[in-house]
């Protein structure tokens, strides 16, 4: 019993954490927990140099553990980890459901499979099988494959095929549906008012299909869904991770939670006590560390989850599933064949990012007549972007015609200068969700007031097309980036 209760109950409970750290490689306690038996590892942009570098830090992990889970939350679009100093070299979700290919999206997603394992990493957060049928949605967005339930469906479905024949483990997020809402659950709790037959009219349709694809996990959502649950959110409900997810949907995977320190569950339920509850309902897998990535946290959160267990708070068996559960992918991840990385990837990535490209005037002829001038618009991003990511046209439009010169604004007191320095040269509008930012539309119309001819690129949910000629992208990524200055540089 002293066993069961101590070392080896220690040890269940660091199985199902899946905590973040900072550095380049794997800090002592990080070391020591593991050969303790510690499940998982996310890594967050802080961790990355290059795959080379990840490489390296992921093999002295599973020096001290050979089955660690290493998780990364890389949607190969505006969300990107491997990527964040440099822009993702893929298009992204909304872009590969604009173009509505699913072989393609197949196709994307086993390449940055590929990617992955070569740098160690076992477990991706993803694919977004939101359906972001609130265009106002501040965190999710362009992160979707669209607004449509059945073109997020098999999307999803194609995105985890690809990414789990090249040996990484998909996760379908956020379960049960993130896109009907305004509020972003980094900061507050977002509430889905939809009743049950529209919840499965839409947002439950992407899971089906996900699970169908034979996903190997699903993370939660920290979200109210009164119809479902009147009383918890979604991470912490038995009815919706339990009852809906494992037994209506037949989900037998894992089931990981969303950053269990964002302030949708943190602020009302605290960490220690979001984590026993989350479990409890559920959970098999706790994410943590996008804020607090240190040992006292891994710490804090094991004795609370063996405190739990000895209260009766949590039932051993629940913990002892959880940890199995944890091992089960595990394995899967050590048993599965990896796929080497093919050279030919980044050109499958620029390709499908032109392919996204919609341009509101068939009748435009590219190049440029002269080098541009180019004012980008700067909104305020979500938190789960990481904010190194660049994003833009300027930059690879001046790497393509070097006499190019421009802004970024934040607000419209910079405009009326910028609007004098366009004068006598092409200019360009980029922005990124003008429908959500009113000082941002203004903005633009306010400029092609000034200067009808300018070019509109929409790096974002395109809403109400401005101006003559408007480009939309469906997304920010680099690779969306350089396919718009490739066209308007007349290199495409």
Not at 92 to 108: F, H, K, Q, S
Request: aromatic residues 4%.
């Amino acid at each position: 019993m002293d066993a069961r209760t101590g070392v080896e109950l220690r040890s269940m409970a660091d199985a199902v954490l899946q905590p973040g750290f900072v550095g380049k490689e794997p800090p002592p306690w990080l070391r020591r927990r593991l050969a303790e038996g510690l499940g998982g590892v996310a890594l967050f942009a802080r961790n990355v140099v290059d795959r080379d570098q990840v490489a390296e830090l992921t093999a002295a992990m599973r020096a001290e553990k050979p089955d660690v889970i290493v998780a990364i939350d890389e949607e190969a679009g505006d969300v990107t980890r491997l990527d964040a100093y440099t822009g993702s070299p893929w298009p992204g979700n909304l872009a590969l459901g604009a173009i509505d290919d699913p072989a393609l999206t197949r196709e994307v997603a086993g390449h940055l499979g590929r990617d992955l394992a070569a740098a160690g990493i076992t477990f991706d957060y993803a694919p977004d099988a939101d359906v972001n049928n609130d265009p106002n949605n501040p965190v999710i967005g362009s992160r979707a494959f669209g607004a449509e339930p059945e073109r997020v469906a098999r999307h999803t479905a194609a995105w985890i095929t690809g990414l789990q024949e090249a040996g990484v483990a998909a996760c379908a997020k956020h379960f049960p549906g993130h896109g009907n809402t305004n509020v972003d659950s980094h900061l507050d709790v977002p509430l889905i008012k939809a009743g049950r037959a529209d919840l499965e009219a839409v947002e439950l349709i992407p899971f089906r299909a996900a699970i169908a694809a034979g996903v190997q996990a699903v993370m939660s959502a920290h979200l109210r869904v009164p119809s479902l649950d009147p009383d918890f959110p979604a991470t912490l409900s038995r009815k919706i991770m339990t009852d809906l997810l494992r037994g209506e949907l037949g989900f037998d995977g894992l089931i990981v939670t969303d950053g269990i320190e964002m302030r949708a569950i943190s602020d009302r339920y605290g960490l220690a006590n979001a984590t026993v509850l989350a479990l409890a309902a559920g959970a098999d897998a706790i994410c943590v560390g996008g804020e607090h990535a240190d040992e006292e946290t891994a710490t804090m959160l094991r004795d609370a989850i063996v405190a739990a267990v000895r209260s009766g708070e949590l039932a051993e068996e629940r913990l002892a599933d959880a940890a199995a559960r944890v091992a089960r992918l595990a394995a899967w991840s050590l048993a599965v064949p990896k796929v080497a990385p093919d050279p030919r990837a980044a050109a499958v990535g620029l390709s499908a990012a032109r392919r996204a490209l919609r341009i509101s005037a068939p009748e435009a002829t590219f190049p440029l007549a002269a080098a541009p001038y180019v004012i980008e618009f700067q909104p305020q991003l979500n938190l789960a972007i990481a904010p190194e990511t660049p994003w833009g046209l300027l930059a690879p439009l001046a790497e393509l015609v070097p006499a190019t010169t421009g802004t970024r604004l934040s607000s419209s007191a910079g405009l009326p200068d910028a609007l004098e320095a366009s004068c006598g040269r092409p200019l360009v509008l980029v922005a990124r969700d003008p429908h959500r930012y009113e000082w941002m539309t203004e903005s633009l119309k306010g400029a092609l007031s000034v200067r009808p001819d300018a070019v509109v690129v929409e790096m974002g949910v395109p809403a109400s097309p401005l101006g003559d000629v408007h480009i939309a992208t469906f997304g920010a990524t680099a690779a969306a980036g350089r396919a718009v200055a490739e066209l308007l540089a007349g290199r495409s």
